[in-house]
């Protein structure tokens, strides 16, 4: 008795309910996706918003921040490239974010200012708790994510197992509590460790079978084999970003690269969390140059290759960059800035772009909240469900 | 210098988590399952046997099947509802070298707490692959998930081993009512569900929405807001003590982690509860009343045969349904008096497949091939990669029992059935008579080859062993 012939009598031959079962729906290979991906970017640390969005036609801006300030964008005193980029009379862009100018223009970028959650302790693991988890403070007992609560109003027989990724060393606390989300430090870490035999057994195993209706699991083989195939060949070496697209070489950057790749593959990926660290610019912050103006030009260069790479397809993903918290208005006396409560949020795709939406609080004493931070006028969840529920209307429902 | 036992638990770290499971206790474990004589490969033949078994148990064995056939049908059911099975020496070993088992909270709080989870993750992995009690182990899983502790919110870590050793491990097949009733006073659920900040100034719903939504009566059972907002008003003050002895100022003090009842953060105004009045002043037993009533309450026993007939066969069913509903009633909320029919009934051959999930899957495999395991760090990594690394999910309603929330992890499965098949996964071997033969010639491809570890690893990898 061949290999093949035994395998087929002993595993299939005495469960036929499994194969004829109506309760399992049949599902086919090539189902249609949902044609929509959400790509969260994390800026862990509290990023600060007032230099990324510079207020500056306010004289208190430049008070608070002598050593800090960016420029304003018609300031003659300093070399073009490192003076505010104008958005409108009032704002202007930080310098390093100069690459992401051209997408606001053309409307594929939005940004909002004030932007923070109701936690009022500053503290880095209460504001991310808080935002990760879609509940107003850090305090809120709610467990789970917010991404996770949406992944599980709307799971359906489509999924493919890259239907959530999160590029990490550790599920963010977002997906917790998701339909089997996965967590890579590469999309490469999809691969199986077996040999060619194994593996085409699992191809025999996982066919369809013809005029038999296959269970979800059999699907959802098959998916993963040819997931598993389509990986393979993403080999960063190999891959070819378009429109001359060139990721830099950080994590973000690489992470950026897989997430444009799969999204280019046709796998599913609907959620796709990516994380950054060091934004928490206590010391020597830097103002249109330093340590704030490296990461944010580490963010810029890697969404503008992104959305280059991209092309017609960013109409089909909504980017959102967003951080736990903003910094203090007025500059530390070690030249950086404390926790504050506000930041910015900024939003790419097929969004509402070359606007700054939601209200402006003001940085006058009188404006600003009891500890001298400017207020977070624009609750988080309100700024989210804005850009994404016309795409993901379930959004709605998910905070808690 | 000679340290305590628990001193050298305490200091151990990463190197004793490791060497736990090789310790001389699992050591002497080992070399009495390699000499044990198993049941050889086959393939299981009658598909009633095979449905009942991989449904009573976790999963379906030669080995199993010998023992069920030589009681008989009947016996085996009854000695399995009454957990009436004697534990084999060798896992009563491995689990007395688990110290954290039979720790106190407070004790535990001293040790890491990945050690503690680890310890109580190898337990609950041995328990469901060599404890001949399966229906037991299966009824633990159950009620571990239905009354759902995240062990990573505030100190539950610490907690959650009294929880489901006294409560749940207690009363799995034992009475549904004393199990409910201890959880409502059992710190690891209060700290979970916030109960221990449910104060009289500012009342927290969370654990009296839980109860009933989804420990008792249910989601349809039946209840208002109104109700809820009366339920935590009976709770307030029902909190786990978290002063010193000596600053508790009362006689006999109460033992740091214990369940304390703080009258002065207590409503004792008059409620009404699903109908009851409860009359003000009545302190404690405002809440006592409140486990009372649901548990009493018909919605509940509607619920939980709902839940358990779906555990089991995989489908709804009215009938049967009615039965487990009638069964807790005159039963006074047996839990095996519930299980029975659906354990005899013609439902189980007829529901729907079941998607295994990942502890399902795991221990159905190593028991499949007769593996010898240590339950230690290797094979629980795996328990984590396929989506389930114990006490760890976030919401109250415990892990997902559909298949789409299982069904796309299918490719750390098929890693960790050739791994388990070629003897990749540390201390978790499979011994040569366990695999499947390759030729029908008696003698012929006996050997541990690769060929016979491809095909035991194709037969865990299969998409019908995804299912139970």
């Given at each position: ?6 395998l087929k ?19 086919k290979?090539d189902?249609k996706?949902r044609g929509?991906t ?7 640390g509290g990023s ?10 306010e004289d208190?801006?430049y008070?608070?921040?002598p ?10 005193r300093?070399a ?21 100018k ?7 970028m939005?940004?909002?200012h004030a ?10 693991f ?21 991404l ?13 197992p ?6 990490a060393n550790?599920?963010?606390?977002s997906?917790r ?9 590469s999309?490469?870490?999809?691969q ?18 013809g ?10 083989g ?13 080999d960063?070496k ?11 070489a ?12 799969l ?26 140059i ?26 089909e ?5 967003m ?15 404390d ?15 070359g606007?700054?939406?939601g ?6 004493k009188?404006q ?6 400017l ?15 016309p795409?993901m209307?379930?959004i ?5 | ?7 050298a638990?305490?200091?151990?770290g990463?190197?004793a988590l490791?060497?736990?499971?090789t ?25 009633k046997?095979t ?5 009573m148990t ?27 099975f ?6 009563n070993f ?6 954290c ?8 709080m001293?040790?890491?707490?990945e ?22 182990e299966?009824m633990?899983?159950?009620w571990?998930n239905?009354?759902?502790i ?9 907690f959650?081993s009294?929880e ?6 207690e009363?799995?097949?034992?009475s549904f ?21 449910n ?8 654990y009296?929405?839980e109860l ?23 709770l ?13 100022k009362?006689?006999?003090p109460v033992?740091q ?6 009258a ?17 002043g ?8 409140v486990l009372?009533?649901v ?7 509607k619920?939980?045969?709902?839940k358990l007939?779906?555990?089991f066969?995989?489908s709804r069913?009215d ?8 069964a ?6 047996n ?9 005899l ?8 497949p079941?998607?295994?999930r990942?502890?399902d ?8 091939g ?6 230690g ?6 328990l ?7 006490y ?7 892990y997902p029992v559909?298949?789409l929330?299982w ?7 098929w ?12 201390n978790?071997?499979?011994r040569?008579?366990a ?14 080859t ?12 299969a998409?019908q062993?995804?299912y139970m």
């Open positions: 008795m061949s290999r093949r012939s035994a009598l002993g595993a299939l031959g005495l469960v036929p309910w499994l194969l004829s079962s109506s309760a399992l729906s049949q599902v290979i189902s996706r929509h959400l790509v969260v970017l994390f800026l862990r600060d918003g007032l230099n990324m969005l510079v207020p500056y036609n208190a801006y008070r608070a921040r050593s800090l300030a960016i420029p304003k964008p018609n300031d003659a300093v073009e490239n490192l003076r505010g980029v104008k958005v409108n009379d009032h704002f202007a862009l930080h310098p390093s974010l100069r690459p992401l051209k997408w606001y223009d053309q409307g594929t939005a940004l909002v932007v923070g959650s109701q936690d009022m302790t500053r503290s880095h209460e504001a991310m708790s808080a935002m990760e988890r879609g509940a107003s403070n850090g305090i809120s007992g709610e467990p789970s994510g917010w996770a609560r949406y992944l599980n109003k709307t799971k359906s027989q489509e999924d493919t890259l239907r959530a990724v999160a590029w550790t599920m963010p606390d997906l509590g998701a339909p089997s989300p996965m967590v890579v430090q999309i490469n870490d999809f199986l460790n077996t040999d060619k035999d194994f593996l085409e057994m699992l191809k025999d195993q996982y066919s369809g079978h005029s038999q209706s296959p269970s979800l699991v059999h699907s959802a098959s998916q993963t084999l040819e997931a598993l195939a389509k990986i393979e060949k993403l960063p190999n891959y070819k970003a378009s429109g001359g697209a060139i990721y830099p950080t994590n973000i950057g690489q992470g950026f690269r897989e997430v444009a790749s999204l280019k593959s046709d796998l599913g990926l609907e959620i796709a969390c990516l994380e950054d660290t060091g934004w928490d610019s206590h010391f020597a912050q830097g103002g249109n330093g340590i704030h103006a490296n990461n944010l030009n580490s963010v810029a260069t890697t969404v503008d290759a992104f959305l280059t790479d991209l092309g017609p397809k960013a109409k993903i909504t980017l959102i960059v951080t736990e918290f903003g910094r203090r208005v007025e500059e530390n006396a070690s030249l950086g800035t926790h504050g409560r506000a930041s910015v949020m900024m939003a790419f795709g097929d969004v509402d772009g606007k700054i939406h209200d402006w609080p003001g940085l006058e009188h600003l909240d009891s500890v001298g931070d207020k977070p006028v624009n609750d988080y969840r309100k700024v989210l469900t804005q850009f994404l529920a795409k209307p379930e709605a429902n998910v905070w808690v | 210098m000679s340290i305590s036992r628990r001193e638990i305490i200091l151990g990463a190197a490791a060497a736990a499971s310790a001389g206790c699992g050591r002497v474990a080992t070399e009495v399952r390699r000499r044990k004589k198993i049941e050889p490969w086959r393939e299981p033949t009658d598909p046997t449905r009942l078994l991989d449904r976790f999963g379906w064995s030669a080995d199993e099947e010998a023992t069920y056939v030589s009681l008989g049908h009947q016996a085996y059911i009854d000695k399995q509802l009454k957990a009436d004697e534990e084999p020496v060798d896992l491995q689990l007395a070298g688990l110290d088992l039979r720790m106190q909270s407070a004790e535990l001293d040790i890491q707490r050690r503690v989870i680890f310890e109580l993750q190898c337990a609950a992995i041995l328990r469901a692959t060599y404890s001949p009690n399966q229906l037991k299966r633990v899983d159950f571990s239905h009354f759902n995240y062990s990573e919110k505030k100190d539950g870590a610490f959650k009294a489901e050793e006294d409560i749940i491990r009363h799995a097949l034992g009512k004393e199990m409910a009733t201890k959880m409502s006073k059992c710190p690891a659920m209060l700290l979970y569900l916030d109960n221990e900040q104060a009289k100034e500012h009342p927290n719903e969370n009296a929405r009933l939504e989804l420990h008792t009566l249910g989601i349809y059972g039946g209840y208002s807001q109104k109700d809820i907002q009366e339920v935590a008003r009976c307030t003050g029902w909190k786990v003590e978290d002063r010193h002895m000596l600053s508790q009362q006689f006999p033992a982690g214990s369940f304390r009842f703080d002065k953060a207590h409503d004792d105004g008059m409620k009404v509860v699903l109908g009851h009045t409860i009359p003000a009545g302190g404690i037993k405002d809440g006592e009343k009372e009533i548990v009493n309450h018909p919605s509940t026993s619920y939980l045969a709902k007939v779906m555990f066969t995989g069913s009938s049967l349904e009615r039965v487990v509903d009638q807790y009633r005159t039963s006074n909320g839990i095996a008096a519930m299980v029975r029919p659906i354990l009934s013609e439902e189980l051959n007829t529901g729907d079941i998607i295994r990942p502890l899957f795991i221990c159905a495999a190593l028991r499949r007769a593996a010898i395991t240590d339950g760090p290797d094979i629980q990594r795996y984590r990669k396929l989506g389930q690394p114990m760890e999910w976030p919401m109250p309603d415990g559909d298949q929330s069904a796309n992890t299918i490719l750390p499965r890693q960790f059935a050739y791994d388990l098949s070629f003897g990749k996964i540390a978790t071997t499979i040569a008579e695999m499947p033969l390759i030729s029908k010639i008696v003698g012929e491809g006996s050997g541990l690769p060929e016979r570890m491809r095909l035991l690893a194709s037969h865990i990898a998409p062993f995804q």
